[in-house]
């Protein structure tokens, strides 16, 4: 079982950045991918970031490509989403996610509570 709780998200302005953390405690955390995935209100879940166990190797959604940064610390059991250059159209609920094949499958096996990021125009 893995326990992940993010934090970060908030209030911004087009334009601005913001930094999302997602801390995991249970399973060993580097034997797993992680992701962020995200929800805006009447749409379904989507897939906006993965890395690879050791954080090497990252994919992105298409619409975030370029603003968005993932990264982890295998030794801080935590995961990052970087966010810049933030539009109204990413305001959603932001999920991180741990599992086995977050990358290729776009799923998680676990799951955080979410964490909101409103962008303002």
């Known amino acids: 079982q893995v326990q992940l709780v993010e934090s970060g998200g908030g209030l911004v302005q087009a334009g601005d950045s913001l930094r999302l953390s997602c801390a995991a405690s249970g399973r060993t955390f580097s034997s797993l991918e992680m992701g962020w995935f995200r929800q805006a209100p009447g749409q379904e879940r989507e897939f906006v970031a993965g890395?690879?166990?050791?954080?090497?190797?990252?994919y992105y959604a298409d619409s975030v490509k370029g603003r968005f940064t993932i990264s982890r610390d295998n030794a801080k059991n935590t995961v990052y989403l970087q966010m810049n250059s933030l539009k109204p159209e990413d305001t959603a609920v932001y999920f991180c996610?741990?599992?086995?094949?977050?990358?290729?499958?776009?799923?998680?096996?676990?799951w955080g509570q979410g964490t909101q990021v409103t962008v303002s125009s």
């Open positions: 996610a741990a599992g086995f094949m977050v990358i290729a499958d776009r799923r998680g096996d676990y």
């Open positions: 890395c690879s166990r050791s954080g090497g190797y990252t």
